[in-house]
């Protein structure tokens, strides 16, 4: 009960400043960050739902952007952190618990946080950090825990959100009336009330179809020992042929932890990920959804354009859909071991391989078909496509971390490490005629009977190598200066011998003007802090630039007679070298009102 001598004691909530963020070979509170960084939490996952992890950063992730060209199930993202950098590639780094990886491989139920380092920070991860940098951490087990099994699932519908208004059969009909009238030709349709065709290609096309996701896990530890082990099955159709358009991915976590003794812990993170997947043409010219809104609601849901009256690259959607044939399986295993040495309670050594090794299969078949005279999509021909492609890499990293306070005030931390990547693998792609039957049952390069005059076999093989070195140094003043230094030396095997080597570096600062006297009495300001980043970050747009490859194509004469053939590619480049951005940040984080306002500004 209350009483006059009652005392109450208000408290600051640092909980979110106090939370600790990922920035590459450490961590740092947020309160101390000196880089412009976004986190997205589990929480938050957990609520979205989302079919790709990169979803999850659609519009929660300042200077983030994340885009489809496809609605088709599995198609995956394309993330873009502040905007096109390069000329080449602009994905960003992917690092999940310390090795590279690729976004769609993950459960996204797996995952405990998405960071994004969007500015000079990500000088540490040199020429692979040029796009940005999204650490991903996934969930692990809690020490002195009880086994914990957890299921969910959920299931939905998909549809689509809007169809295009076209014109029905009467609209449809009159325009052509006036067409012929406009020509002086006799009318093809005299009597509009007569019509009785009346095809709605869009209502025909479009379906509202299932998804359907499946995790359950296990979780738990010891006094020495963490476990987490996942599984996730997702199951998505697509809302137009859901037989010729869907995606199914499964995916396998396990994440140990070991307390070897006070001094060494190891740990282990592997990721099985398996997808299959069914496609046709969507988008474009020439697509399904062009020729849907193309075809004449005059027509019958069986009818083909045989006299031509739409030109020669519109033919009958569904039938498009009947005659199209793929299918696509991909797995992968990927992870790494990590050990990690506690020389003393200032000094660290951390040691860990990572790796991932993907493989796929692929098959097309093109089945003789006819829409009509002089329609593009003719075959007189059967044709099977079989790929198959291996891709492989590993990265080993073993870094130094020295953490201590100097007389009292002054506090530094220093990363000092080094970095070996290989990346490396082959594809063979062969294509075969004749497919028995005309049948996709019997679309197999092995059952083909017939031979064409080019040669229908490719392969190809690559291995690129990476050697780096890097160091950071982490500084502040009573907590309220901050300065950070980084510098990173690359080498790649992708230039010649003289181009190699770059070093890439970048400096950070922050302020944290609400720990000053003159606004520590500051009732609305809970947090205000003035940061900036400057430096330089590299990006491998290319490999083997420097040599002449046979990938261009020619043709010779040879015998009175044309012969298809191979020529030099695109021109060497001898100096060929990094792309080199500077990145420029000024930044602002401030809480205001009991932090129930939180404003971060940033300008670059």
């Known amino acids: 009960p209350a009483t006059a001598d009652m005392q109450v004691q208000m408290m600051e909530d640092n909980e979110a400043l106090d939370e600790v963020i990922l920035i590459g070979y450490g ?6 960050l000196t880089g412009s960084v976004s986190m997205v ?77 969007k500015d000079a920070q990500a000088a540490i991860y040199g020429i692979e950090g040029a796009n940005g940098v999204i650490l991903v951490t996934t969930k692990k087990g809690s020490k002195n825990t009880a086994p914990k099994v957890s299921y969910n699932v959920y299931t939905g519908i998909q549809e689509t959100t809007k169809k295009l208004s076209l014109l ?18 006799s009318l093809p349709y005299p009597n509009l009330s007569a019509l009785e065709t009346n095809t709605d290609w869009q209502d025909n096309l479009f379906d509202t ?61 592997l990721n099985y990920f398996a997808n299959s997947r069914k496609t046709f043409n969507e988008s474009g010219l020439g697509g399904v959804l062009f020729n849907a809104i193309s075809y004449s609601p005059l027509f019958t849901l069986e009818q083909e354009d045989t006299n031509g009256l739409f030109g020669n690259e519109i033919i009958n959607p569904l039938s498009q859909i009947r005659d199209t044939y793929n299918s696509y399986f991909g797995n992968s295993i990927e992870g790494n071991f990590q050990l990690e040495y506690k020389v003393s309670d200032a000094l660290t050594a951390t040691t860990r391989m990572g790796f991932k090794s993907y493989s796929d299969k692929a098959k097309v078949f093109s089945p003789i ?41 002054h506090n530094a931390d220093l990363t000092v490490g080094m970095s070996v990547t290989k990346d490396w693998g082959d594809g063979l792609f062969a294509t075969g005629y004749d497919v028995p039957n005309n049948s996709w049952e019997f679309a197999d390069i092995a059952l083909t009977t017939g031979t064409n005059d080019a040669r229908e076999t490719g392969s190809y093989t690559y291995d690129n190598r990476l050697l780096s070195y890097f160091t950071r140094l982490q500084y502040d003043f009573k907590g309220k200066y901050l300065l950070s230094a980084m510098l990173r030396r690359d080498a790649s095997s992708a ?89 420029l940040d000024i930044g602002l984080d401030a809480q205001l009102f009991n932090n129930k306002l939180e404003i971060i500004a940033d300008f670059f």
């Open 27 to 32: 961590s740092k509170s947020k309160k101390d």
């Open 41 to 117: 939490k589990s929480e938050t996952i957990e609520k979205l739902k989302p079919v790709d992890v990169s979803q999850a950063l659609q519009g929660r992730a300042t200077g983030v952007s994340v885009t489809t060209a496809s609605g088709a199930p599995g198609s995956g993202f394309r993330v873009l952190i502040r905007g096109v950098s390069s000329n080449s590639d602009n994905d960003p780094l992917v690092v999940v618990d310390g090795y590279i990886a690729s976004m769609n491989s993950i459960n996204p139920d797996d995952i405990e946080s998405l960071t994004v380092l």
């Open 168 to 185: 029905n059969n009467v609209e449809y009909a009159g325009l052509l009336n006036e067409s012929y009238a406009a020509n002086g030709v």
């Open 209 to 269: 179809v299932n998804i359907s996701n499946h995790n359950i896990s296990l979780s738990g530890g010891t006094e020495t020992l963490t476990y987490y082990l996942g599984a996730s099955h997702l199951d998505q159709e697509g809302i137009i042929a859901k037989d010729k358009s869907n995606f199914v991915r499964d995916n396998v976590k396990l994440s140990l932890g070991v307390d070897i003794n006070d001094k060494l812990t190891t740990k282990l993170n």
């Open 369 to 409: 078909v006819n829409y009509g005279a002089g329609k593009v999509f003719n075959t007189d021909r059967s044709t099977v496509t079989q790929s198959k492609e291996q891709f492989n890499s590993y990265t080993w990293d073993t870094f130094l971390n020295y953490k201590n306070t100097f007389l009292e005030n």
């Open 495 to 583: 230039f010649d011998k003289d181009y190699r080597v770059d070093y890439f570096k970048s400096i950070t600062a922050g302020w944290k003007i609400s720990e000053e006297a003159f606004l520590q009495d500051n009732s609305f300001i809970n947090f205000l802090k003035l940061r900036t980043s400057y430096g330089t970050l590299g990006n491998l747009v290319g490999s083997d630039l420097y040599r002449a490859s046979l990938n261009g194509e020619a043709t010779y004469v040879f015998n009175n007679a044309l012969t298809n053939g191979t020529a030099l590619g695109p021109l060497p480049n001898p100096v060929a070298s990094w792309e080199t951005a500077e990145k």
